[in-house]
């Protein structure tokens, strides 16, 4: 696969072959923008037979970069074929990508006719036919031994992956290509390889595979459209009156759910969008008040995070990152919003085949923004031909009003409808049969075949080789020259006079800065999550003067723009106290304070216990002694310092076994970071008011990008607990701590979260620690505004159920590991849970 995100459509692919007992090596490049649930690596933890790798790191090879440029040139004549005259969109596309040569040599009369562009298709077709095969794709897929390679999409492009299609042929393997989706035949490239096996999904693709790409009808599989076979069994999670309260739309009115496109079909979707509301606005009573939701494409996003459509009334966009449905999560999003619609509107997109599944009229009006990605494409043919048709296609705006005002008032009405499309383009062989199970078998039936004979290219090659060694090595060059130039070298850093010593890694290592656009993501995904543990909230017990302040800023959050997320831990102030504004040039009186506690921390300190404030979402602090720090950073080190004086640090650091720490308030995120960088074995727990998750969660999420997140649902409290040891971060609201059911429990730390709370809440939390078998409680504080005996109450609590070891005494943390702006009431406490409270 060319990334991961190709696993969506063959999960339910994987699961079975696994399942019958096969092994599946998934080779693919990490997606992490399309891909943030990792979907290939729950599939592997799930099934041992399921493993995943990159594919084999590899220099610029001329001989590559000449084959892909050959095949670049094929793909391109394909598109000068009767077949795509009303294609011009595709062309131009395709001609964008084609090397310089064959646009050259079309400029030559008697080459642009159609015997000559068939003559040029022989000629390069013969040169990448006699192209040597790259002995590091070789020795990959040798020392890999298949029964069987698999490729999916290959035809992008160039089709980079046919390098891995001829080593398995030279090595006497079989090969198959897995059709990815509806629009892959007719839209992409060329089939360039013989192949063993080609599945596609119905007779109109199999068409497509033996008319366009030329491949022998017998070795064209049709399966049914596996990657949609469990939306079948999906029901609603949310009744239709939650969800319209959810997106925010009134759920007294019916709703249109408009599905937005990819960017390559409709770039600029938004101004067609509000211009087609201010029609229904404008039409009959039935339409004038009917709610709109629209839906982002997930590939399509950047214009619909700051759309603002509220001047239309009763319109919502939702989510407004594209909720890729990948998990379990998302795709009940998806399929509710779907459900819960009287009727759906699209330009040219899948969505439309799942729309049918669920039963929904499908509608569309041939817009002349739209003519050259709709007519102009041949796959959309088949939303609006295969078995009577899918699509209500109105060629005006009022006939597409017509249409729209009858399917509101009768949703149920183009069910049939539905059906007929289904059957012939979904699942050919009755609504009821699946198409993983055919897939599959198809598959088994290739691989269980007799050996085939090596393939190592015409006998011919070697000739033609010699004639186009020298442009390779030219291509090898210029592309080596360009890789040369990405590289600038630094000057040295100035060494430090305290050089600190590295922290541990991470899970996985975390990258340079999230752009504000990546976390601006994680934040309508975090959104989304808060918003449905509010809606499930029961009453609580009243918050604070001290909490209510702190929420106040929190809450700010609730409607972010992207810039506000990129600086994201700027908003950590309203927690800690900590202002960026202090770590400025000018502040030299803060920096050389903080200078001095640093090294007295370092000097009585484990340096190896250190963390550098990250720069990532507007980090801040001074340099010096460490690459980035400040009043934050050296807090969190002290509380490190203390668990390893007290020997539980270790055993966290050092373990074999997944361990879980529950952290009471999270705060911003700041001390859960440093602890999983030094931790990474653990399953870290946050509790607290859900608003703060728009900052803690939003901040671990950019920094631990391949991170397992949860959060909790008040209505299957179970699942929050299932594959525990795959979690990362987990979170869940402080309603839910007396519903707390962690497998095991082993540290429980509270950094300043339960001093601002009232005497029972406090007790509440350190007695659910003590419940659950907490061996360990670590408490760092002090009193705070409003709650002056904050600090004495946590004290008291913990007292009653817990041991306190000599470490955690205010003089000796003070003697050891003061810094000098702590208040003297500040209070840091270590216990051993008792035997008996």
Known sequence: MRSTVYVRNFESTLRLLAERGHSVHVVADTHLELDPTDLIGRLCREFPR?????????????????????????????????????????????EQKAPPFVISALRRPLVDTRAGRWLLARAIDACDRALPRDPVVDAFVREHAPDLVLVTPLVEPGSPQSEFLRSARALGIRTGLCVYSWDNLTNKGLVHDPLDVVTVW?????????????????????????????????????????FCDRVGLDASRPYV???????????DELPFVRTWIEHLRASSSTLREVGVLVRPHPQNTDVWRDADLRDLRNVAIWPRAGGNPVDEDSRADYFDSIHHSAAVVGVNTSAQIESAIVGRGVHTWLATEFRETQEGTLHFKHLRSVNGGLLHVATTVDEHLAQLEQAVRDPAGAAERCRRFVEAFVR???????ATPRLVAALEATAARA??????????????????????????DVARARGSRKVKTKPPREKSPQPIAPAAAPTEPVPAPPTGGRAFEHYLYVRDRVRALREMEPASEAVTESERRML???????????????????????????????????????RARLERDLRRLLARGDRALWVDEPKALGGFGFNGLAQLYNEDTLRFFRVLSLLQDAAVLKEFVQSTTRRTVWEIGGGWGGFAYQFKTLCPDVTYVITGQPELFLLSAVYLMALFPTAHIRFYDHRCPDAFWRDWQAVDFAFAPESAVAELQPPSLHLTVDVAALERMTPGRIDRHVRRAYDLGCSYLMSAGGARDGQPDGASVVSAAIDRFYWRHPVSAPLYAAKRLSLSRESADSTYLFGWRRLHA
């Open 50 to 94: 399921i493993t995943h790798t990159p594919p084999p790191r590899r220099r610029p090879r001329g001989w590559s970069i000449l084959g892909n440029d050959l095949r670049r040139g094929l793909d391109y004549l394909r598109y000068l074929q009767p077949e795509y005259a009303n294609a011009p969109k595709l062309r131009r596309r395709a």
């Open 451 to 476: 050996a085939v004979a090596a393939d190592s290219g015409p006998w011919w090659g070697g000739i033609v080789r010699a004639a186009l060694s020298k442009t390779a090595a030219e291509l090898e």
């Open 428 to 434: 050919p062989y009755g609504v009821g049969e699946a």
């Open 202 to 242: 119905n007779a109109a693709m199999k068409e497509e595979a033996v008319t366009l790409h030329h491949l022998p009808a017998e070795r064209v599989v049709i399966t049914g459209a596996a990657a949609y076979d469990h939306w079948f069994a999906w029901k609603p999670r949310r009744a239709r009156e939650a």
């Open 552 to 590: 106040s800023v929190v809450g700010r959050l609730w409607d972010a723009t992207p810039d506000t997320i990129a600086a994201l831990r700027q908003q950590g102030e309203a927690i800690s106290g900590v202002r960026a504004s202090d770590y400025g040039p000018a502040e030299t009186a803060t």
């Open 257 to 267: 759910l408009y599905l937005c496109s990819s960017k390559f079909i409709a770039p």
